[in-house]
């Protein structure tokens, strides 16, 4: 009788359908950790198997998952074009508190198309990274480029931490610290 080799991080997904309760269990919780590592091809391979298992509540739940690595391998590469596009990509990602995620494409931004928007943004995802005489300057550029960023500034609840920075809240109320 030949033996199945054993799954490995090189070999992840065995090539038969559980036939037992345990097997099944074993191969969905291994499924799971390819799931949750981010590897949804292999995942997926498993949780078909597993969709063919003999436990019910297993085979159910593997069906769900074969569903959901098809849609996250589906998902469409981002196509970003102009300045705004990148920028919007941004602050969906600042959104998610990505900000270091954030700022390349908010420097591309800057690149293809200068704005006070796109500074202010650079500004608050600059300052809370920590970076802030980085969002000093790109708040002082907002600022030039439009300024009713000031007001915003005030007004912009995401911004409130920034003004814990002297140079900051006295960019923004004229006052200093």
Known sequence: MKKTPKATANNPAP?????????????????MKLFHGGKFADA??????????????????????????TQRMAKADVVLKTAEDYYTYAVSLMNL?????????????VKLGDGAHVRY?????????????????HLQQAIS??????????????????????????????QRG
């Open 97 to 109: 508190q990505k900000y270091s995620d954030a700022l390349p494409h908010l420097q591309k931004a």
């Open 15 to 31: 090539a038969a359908v559980p036939t037992n309760g345990k097997e099944h269990t074993d191969l969905f919780a291994r499924a």
């Open 121 to 137: 943004a650079l500004a608050l995802a600059s300052g809370l990274m920590g970076d802030m005489p980085g969002a000093v300057a």
């Open 44 to 69: 997926q391979h498993l949780f078909e198997l597993c969709a063919q298992g003999p436990e019910i509540t297993v085979k159910e739940s593997a069906q769900m998952y074969v569903r959901m690595c």
């Open 145 to 174: 480029l439009d300024p009713a960023t000031r007001g915003l500034a005030r007004s912009d609840n995401d911004f409130q931490p920034l003004l814990q920075d002297s140079v900051i809240r006295e960019l923004i109320t004229g």
